[in-house]
């Protein structure tokens, strides 16, 4: 036998003398503390959300002028669980933390976002469950990370892989969902987070199963908007169109909110009182537009549906987008990435009554990627998100009114936390 061939025989022999290794990372305890968060994230996602569906039943059987006190009554209740029990914050007060507070969220408050989101949400408020999930599962990777005695970055991106699970549960995207986790923190220095991301994709994809087993969640779109066909290279600027259309009505959200806002802190009164006045504004929108009522994840499919005529469409996007921003500043509890989406398919819709040869899908997905990164600023996760949750298959088109929505986006940005502070500049 030749040298040369010797020589290979010994290091064959040399390697499967070793020891078989199995891979340190995968079988790490850090892997099993994002599977294990994601799979708490998942759990509490499904049992917030089975507990929202069977309350949003019992406060359907109240129609027409009822509507009025029942969501008076709500808002009266959750200013008070507010009141007594502990304000929770919003959704600026999560990003605060994360990136002044070495990503610590803190879950004492929990019980009361639980208790009156339910309230706000169920009874009919046009705000979402997703802002009070990412709170409750994000300060859950903190008491977490806590436990195991993590600090500094381990902490933070725990906090912000509970933040996903959450998100991702509701929305059934998990990189659309871990994305959004690292993009709404700062819409120029989202790259400082991305030591977050890993994390973020395992415990999104857990919480996904998980919740996905409770609530029997299925993988198609919840927004079915997938008859389309690409006519060509002109269907990117009708997407960019659109999309300067849908921004517009983005700032005229912002400046809603900043005009209730002024109006509700015009004078101190008790949250409970604020919330109150709030229900009854709302309650009076929803009677006389029933579609306006809720956060939309129903309600867009109706509104795609439904036969409603130019004038009930305008009627529709402007008192929505009241309801919205009344929403917001009169201290209800919810998210705003879903009433935005339906901001923005009802103004697709009326864009293709006014003009009937536009693609009608186009227009609502161009539409809602616009509004909600112009407000957000969270242009990747929104493209993945819409594409996820639509079922629209062309990519591209949505990243061009995503990008268009975020580079029209005011100069100050609707979450005040999102902003620079010195050590940004």
Not at 337 to 349: D, N, Q
Not at 363 to 384: E, G, K, L, W, Y
Request: glycine share 10%; net charge positive; with cysteine.
């Amino acid at each position: 036998m030749k040298l040369k061939s010797k020589k290979k025989l010994v290091s064959y022999l040399n390697i499967l003398d070793q020891p078989v290794r199995f891979n340190p990372f995968v079988f790490s305890r850090t892997f099993l503390l994002w599977a294990f968060l994601g799979l708490i994230g998942g759990t509490i996602a499904g049992a917030y959300w089975i507990t929202l569906e069977f309350l949003t039943h019992q406060f359907a059987f109240f129609t027409g002028w009822q509507v009025i006190p029942v969501m008076a009554i709500c808002g009266l209740l959750a200013g008070l669980v507010i009141h007594f029990i502990g304000d929770p914050g919003e959704i600026h007060l999560i990003v605060n933390n994360i990136r002044f507070n070495k990503g610590k969220l803190d879950p004492k408050n929990n019980p009361s976002m639980v208790l009156s989101s339910l309230l706000c949400v169920a009874s009919g408020g046009s705000l979402g469950p997703e802002a009070p999930l990412v709170q409750i599962t994000g300060s859950t990777g903190t008491w977490i990370g806590k436990i195991f005695r993590l600090k500094g970055e381990e902490l933070r991106s725990l906090s912000i892989a509970g933040m996903a699970s959450g998100f991702t549960a509701l929305f059934g995207a998990p990189l659309g969902g871990s994305l959004f986790s690292l993009e709404i923190l700062h819409h120029k220095h989202a790259v400082e987070y991305y030591k977050a991301i890993i994390p973020a994709f395992v415990a999104s994809c857990f919480s996904y199963l998980i919740f996905a087993l409770i609530v029997h969640l299925g993988l198609g779109p919840i927004w079915d908007l997938s008859a389309y066909e690409y006519s060509g290279i002109f269907d990117f600027g009708y997407a960019v169109l659109f999309a300067i259309i849908g921004a517009c009505f983005g700032w005229g959200f912002i400046f809603c909110t900043k005009f209730f806002k002024s109006v509700f802190e015009k004078r101190p009164i008790p949250i409970y009182i604020k919330t109150m006045i709030g229900g009854l504004l709302l309650g009076t929108i929803a009677f006389y537009l029933p579609i306006t009522r809720y956060f939309g994840h129903h309600e867009i499919n109706a509104l795609i549906a439904g036969d409603f005529p130019l004038t009930v469409l305008m009627a529709i996007l402007v008192f929505k987008l009241v309801a919205i921003s009344i929403t917001v500043t009169s201290g209800w509890r919810g998210g705003f990435i879903i009433p935005l989406f339906f901001v923005g398919a009802t103004l697709g819709l009326i864009i293709y009554q006014l003009f009937p040869t536009v693609n009608l899908t186009l227009a609502i997905v161009s539409c809602m990627a616009a509004i909600n990164a112009c407000v957000t600023r969270t242009p990747m996760s929104t493209t993945i998100l819409l594409a996820t949750l639509t079922g629209f298959g062309h990519f591209i088109p949505i990243l061009f009114a995503s990008l268009t929505g975020y580079f029209l986006a005011p100069r100050i940005p609707f979450i005040g936390a999102q902003m620079e502070n010195k050590e940004d500049a």
